[in-house]
């Protein structure tokens, strides 16, 4: 963020994570953030159960059964922002892609009451079907098995598809899929996208941008990839 911000809770914030497959958030240099940043925007990543940062036990804490503790890491980084004078709940957008995705759903469906505006990018969100498409098969190991009345329980308790309530005020939702994404079915994004605009009881947007030419992100056309951030940043600075 800038040095000049002051942590009266008034800041636009993007809180990013992702949480699995022992894949480590570390610093990096990023052109994108920019223009959020110089706008007065804040910019933060969360170390989430379930990445490679801490090494196994890390990485062990945050998958299969115990699932739920990378969903929990990201509230409390969202808590921690709110709480510090960082940002306000008005003020917070979050932002996630595959697994980083499903991050988002759980948190949109478990705490919608902490964020104004999320970005889901071609996320997992029915953790109850997701292994009968495409590549997700092989998931297993890290989610666990629907197939197996055990490991059904682990997922079904935080499946976001599962979970959206009717009359809940959830946060403006922005997903993105695409149709060529052989990773995770473009059916996460649909369903999701249709069941909220259905259930949800505020007037934000719930918006999605579904992509004939691209895949889950790797070898996407670099004037695709700038306006695929625009637009999510538009929406993440627009005033309530």
Known sequence: ??????????????????????????????????????????YAEANLRGGGEYGDSWHRDGMLGNKQNSFDDFIAAAEWLITGGYTSPEKLAVWGGSNGGLLIGAFVTQRPDLARAAICDVPLLDMVRFHKFYAATMWTTEYGHPDDPEQFEWLYAYS?????????????????????DTRVHPSHAMKMTARLQSDTGSDRPILMRFERAAGHGAGTRMSLVLDQYANPFSLCYDKP
């Open 1 to 42: 963020h800038r040095k000049d911000i002051e942590l009266d809770g008034s800041n636009p914030t993007l809180l990013t994570g992702y949480g699995g497959f022992r894949s480590s958030t570390t610093p990096s240099f990023a052109r994108n953030r920019f223009l959020w940043m110089d706008h007065g925007g804040i």
């Open 160 to 180: 976001p598809y599962h979970h959206i309530e009717p009359g809940v005020e959830y946060p403006a939702l922005y997903i993105t899929t695409a149709e060529s």
